[in-house]
C-alpha cells in the first residue's frame, strides 16, 4: 500500500514491539541491497544466484531461490550488518533483548525461507512468496517486489526514514495522537488510514 499510494511518510502502527523489529529488519535489508534480487538472497539468507539464471519476473525469482540452501555462514554475516546499520549508522536505542528479537525473526526467514507464514511454514497460511507474487482482479501485481521500480521506491522511503514503525495500542490514548503531533508538526495531510484486523479487538 505504501508503494502503490506514495505517502509523504507512512506510520505502522502495532501494539507488539516484534512488528517494530521486523520493519527495522526490513530497513537495514533494504538499505543494504542494492536490487530487489540481493534483497532476497540477504532476506532469506540464500546466496545470490549467477545473474544469468535470475530472471526479470518475480515467481521465477523466488522459485529459484527456494531451491538453494540456506547458508549459516551468509546468515551470520547478513545479521551482523544488519544489526550495525540499526545501532551504528542509525544509532536506534534497541535493547539486548530488542536484539535477541530481532535475530530470532532474522533466523525464522532464514530457516524457512520463501516459504516462511505468519505461523511459521505451515499450509494453513499463504506464504511470503504467494503474497508478494498475488496479483489485483486485473491480473497485475502490486507490491513493493512486483518490479524492480517498485522495489527501488520501496528502499528509498527506508534510506529517507519515511517508513515509522510505532508501538502502542490502537485504541489507548497515546500513540495515535502522538503520530498526529508528529503530522501536524510537519504540516502533513492525512490521505489515507488502513485498518488490518483490528476489528477482531
Request: charge should be positive; hydrophobic fraction near 40%.
Given at each position: 500500500?505504501?508503494?502503490?499510494?506514495?505517502?509523504?511518510?507512512?506510520?505502522?502502527?502495532d501494539?507488539?514491539?516484534?512488528?517494530?523489529?521486523?520493519?527495522?529488519?526490513?530497513?537495514?535489508?533494504?538499505?543494504?541491497?542494492?536490487?530487489?534480487?540481493?534483497?532476497?538472497?540477504?532476506l532469506?539468507?540464500?546466496p545470490?544466484?549467477?545473474r544469468?539464471?535470475?530472471?526479470?519476473?518475480?515467481?521465477?525469482?523466488?522459485?529459484?531461490?527456494?531451491?538453494?540452501?540456506?547458508?549459516?555462514?551468509?546468515?551470520?554475516?547478513?545479521?551482523?550488518?544488519?544489526?550495525?546499520?540499526?545501532?551504528?549508522?542509525?544509532?536506534?536505542?534497541?535493547?539486548?533483548?530488542?536484539?535477541?528479537?530481532?535475530?530470532?525473526?532474522?533466523?525464522?526467514?532464514n530457516?524457512?525461507?520463501?516459504?516462511?507464514?505468519?505461523?511459521?511454514?505451515?499450509?494453513?497460511?499463504?506464504?511470503?512468496?504467494?503474497?508478494?507474487?498475488?496479483?489485483?482482479?486485473?491480473?497485475?501485481?502490486?507490491?513493493?517486489?512486483?518490479?524492480?521500480?517498485?522495489?527501488?521506491?520501496?528502499?528509498?522511503?527506508?534510506?529517507?526514514?519515511?517508513?515509522?514503525?510505532?508501538?502502542?495500542?490502537?485504541?489507548?490514548?497515546?500513540a495515535?495522537?502522538a503520530?498526529?503531533?508528529?503530522m501536524?508538526?510537519?504540516?502533513?495531510?492525512?490521505r489515507?488510514?488502513?485498518?488490518?484486523?483490528?476489528?477482531?479487538?
Amino acid at each position: 500500500y505504501i508503494v502503490a499510494l506514495r505517502p509523504d511518510i507512512a506510520f505502522i502502527l502495532d501494539i507488539r514491539r516484534d512488528n517494530l523489529l521486523q520493519h527495522l529488519m526490513y530497513k537495514a535489508v533494504a538499505e543494504l541491497s542494492a536490487d530487489r534480487g540481493e534483497f532476497l538472497s540477504r532476506l532469506f539468507s540464500r546466496p545470490r544466484p549467477p545473474r544469468t539464471a535470475y530472471d526479470e519476473e518475480l515467481p521465477v525469482m523466488l522459485n529459484i531461490l527456494r531451491k538453494i540452501k540456506a547458508s549459516d555462514e551468509l546468515f551470520k554475516r547478513n545479521l551482523s550488518e544488519v544489526l550495525e546499520r540499526l545501532t551504528v549508522r542509525h544509532r536506534l536505542p534497541l535493547t539486548e533483548q530488542d536484539l535477541r528479537r530481532l535475530s530470532s525473526i532474522y533466523e525464522r526467514l532464514n530457516k524457512d525461507g520463501p516459504e516462511i507464514t505468519y505461523v511459521g511454514r505451515t499450509p494453513s497460511w499463504p506464504t511470503f512468496a504467494e503474497i508478494v507474487t498475488d496479483t489485483d482482479a486485473g491480473g497485475v501485481s502490486r507490491t513493493f517486489l512486483a518490479t524492480e521500480a517498485r522495489f527501488q521506491r520501496f528502499k528509498a522511503y527506508h534510506e529517507r526514514n519515511l517508513i515509522v514503525p510505532v508501538v502502542g495500542n490502537f485504541a489507548g490514548p497515546t500513540a495515535l495522537r502522538a503520530i498526529g503531533e508528529a503530522m501536524r508538526s510537519r504540516r502533513l495531510v492525512l490521505r489515507a488510514f488502513y485498518l488490518s484486523n483490528v476489528e477482531q479487538y
